[in-house]
């Protein structure tokens, strides 16, 4: 059976996504784990906070547009946008606008131009590499959204930082995508911030945070236990490899995480794979035990193109047979000029029959604009 829906989600997955490519034509690459890997970096070598995500760094924005475009739009001579509006300030923002097309089995066809996402981001450099402040806002789709939001004080040897306010939990490979099972089921994404204190080690190869923090998902505090998250990672220039884990103390229930990950460059092959495991406490005494993983290639083909594949898996009960799903990802990425990207993509889901929605196909093309 699992043979049979592998080969029958291939074939779908190759049927769309050729014709999306015959039908747009068209080519993205984006701030993603896969490019820490591939220039053999931390996640901070681009982005302000060390476990990446958020505003870019003078490093982040000029890779954007030195090595991450297929071009250089502009006076040759041009200076680079660093982000930095003073020696005090730096700011920047993302734009997400796509046309998502969804086919699900025995309903009807739904398609729709959106916002994804809009978020702008701002540091004060209180006091010059000791003391700043950050803050992440969404202001579209919807009413303005605050997403991060905290004090962050490093020590003189700039290896430790300690971080205080709301922020996105330290754990596992910070994809871009948080549809992705090991994303979502984990809750441990853009949009799942929470609110505590945050301590952070990086030193050579060697990186972890640890938080406390409410395990209210950024909400109001509504328990008397608290959720306790850590991630550390060794980096070399050619791999890497993690490691997480996450205890929620919840008065609905206890949750229990853990996690392995590894990135590989192998020539112009960036590889990325995570593996979860999730313990539930259930009201009344029992347990449940969920796996999710996930795999990701992506070949860097020539200068600002790259195809991604991707395969997800998720288990959400280890103790029933044949409950699981799957989910194959085949996505074309272009970033024509500096702070612009398009990408066009296909995913296929598979999962048991009755379950519809977990049956469906995807396309989507997105336009990004960012600096």
């Known amino acids: 059976m699992l043979h049979d829906m592998t080969s029958s989600a291939m074939l779908k997955l190759a049927g769309i996504l050729t014709i999306a490519v015959l039908g747009l034509a068209g080519r993205v690459a984006q701030a993603e784990p896969y490019l820490a890997v591939y220039k053999g970096m931390q996640c901070s070598g681009c982005h302000s906070h060390p476990a990446g995500g958020g505003m870019r760094n003078a490093y982040g924005n000029a890779f954007a547009q030195s090595e991450l475009a297929a071009q250089r739009v502009g006076a040759a001579d041009a200076q680079f946008w660093t982000g930095a509006v003073s020696k005090w300030l730096s700011v920047g923002a ?3 606008a796509d046309y998502h097309y969804t086919d699900v089995p025995d309903n009807d066809v739904r398609s729709e ?13 209180v006091i010059a590499d000791r003391l700043s402040i950050y803050v992440d806002q969404q202001f579209a789709p919807g009413s303005s959204l605050n997403r991060e939001a905290y004090l962050r004080l490093r020590g ?5 930082s300690l971080v205080a306010g709301q922020f996105f939990l330290p754990y596992g490979l910070r994809f871009q995508d948080d549809t992705a099972f090991v994303r979502q089921v984990t809750a441990t994404n853009f949009t799942n911030p929470d609110r505590g204190l945050q301590a952070i080690y990086e030193a050579g190869p060697w990186s972890t945070q640890l938080s406390l923090t409410n ?10 236990g608290k959720q306790l998250s850590w991630v550390a990672q060794f980096v070399r220039p050619a791999w890497r490899a993690g490691a997480s884990a996450n205890v929620n103390d919840a008065d609905a229930g206890d949750r229990e995480m853990g996690n392995v990950f590894a990135g590989l460059r192998t020539g112009p092959l960036a590889w990325l794979a995570e593996i979860d495991f999730i313990r539930d406490d259930i009201p009344g005494g029992a347990r449940r035990d969920a796996l999710a993983a996930y795999l990701e290639a992506n070949w860097l083909f020539r200068k600002g193109h790259n195809l991604k594949f991707a395969y997800d898996y998720f288990d959400p009960d280890r103790d029933v047979a044949e409950d699981h799903g799957v989910r194959w990802s085949l996505l074309w990425e272009y970033s024509p000029m500096q702070f612009l990207q398009l990408r066009l ?9 009755q379950d519809d929605f977990a049956n469906r196909d995807e396309f989507f093309a997105e336009l990004h604009g960012f600096f």
Do not use: H, I
Request: proline share 5%; no cysteine.
């Open 113 to 125: 131009f959106a916002v994804q996402r809009g978020t702008f981001y701002a540091e004060a450099n």
């Open 215 to 224: 395990g209210s998902g950024g909400g109001t505090e509504a328990n008397t």
């Open 345 to 353: 993509g296909a995913r296929v889901y598979d999962a048991p029959p």
């Open 94 to 96: 993302n734009l997400r």
């Open 156 to 160: 003189g040897n700039g290896k430790f």
